[in-house]
């Protein structure tokens, strides 16, 4: 059983640059394969990145390559989204997940989800 709570959402300008965090609870959280998704109003919660249980390996979505970056700190029990030049099309609650196992992009095949944190990018 893992449990998941996101932090560091708020308002920012356009081209500025956010850190979110999601914060584990579990004695097994290196076994988790973890993800950042995001939800826009009226749209459906979408991949944006995810990092393998070791830290080695990490997808990222089209949209997000080259902006953001996933990191985990397993001793930390946490994950990472660094996110730069944000738009306002990055306007999106943002959900951290666990999946027991490999990375997945899918995430009908995350099992664990955080309450989500809001980002907000003015033009």
């Known amino acids: 059983q893992v449990q998941l709570v996101e932090s560091g959402g708020g308002l920012v300008q356009a081209g500025e640059s956010l850190r979110l965090s999601c914060a584990a609870s579990?004695?097994?959280?290196?076994?988790?394969?973890m993800g950042w998704f995001r939800q826009a109003p009226g749209k459906e919660r979408e991949f944006v990145a995810a990092?393998?249980?070791?830290?080695?390996?990490?997808e990222y979505a089209d949209s997000a390559k080259g902006r953001v970056t996933i990191s985990r700190d397993n001793a930390k029990k946490a994950i990472y989204l660094q996110m730069r030049s944000l738009k306002p099309e990055d306007t999106a609650v943002y959900y951290c997940?666990?999946?027991?196992?490999?990375?997945?992009?899918?995430?009908?095949?995350?099992?664990?989800w955080g309450q989500g944190t809001q980002v907000t990018v003015s033009s």
């Open positions: 997940a666990a999946r027991y196992d490999s990375l997945s992009y899918y995430l009908t095949e995350y099992a664990y």
């Open positions: 579990g004695r097994t959280f290196s076994r988790y394969a």
């Open positions: 990092i393998s249980r070791s830290g080695g390996t990490t």
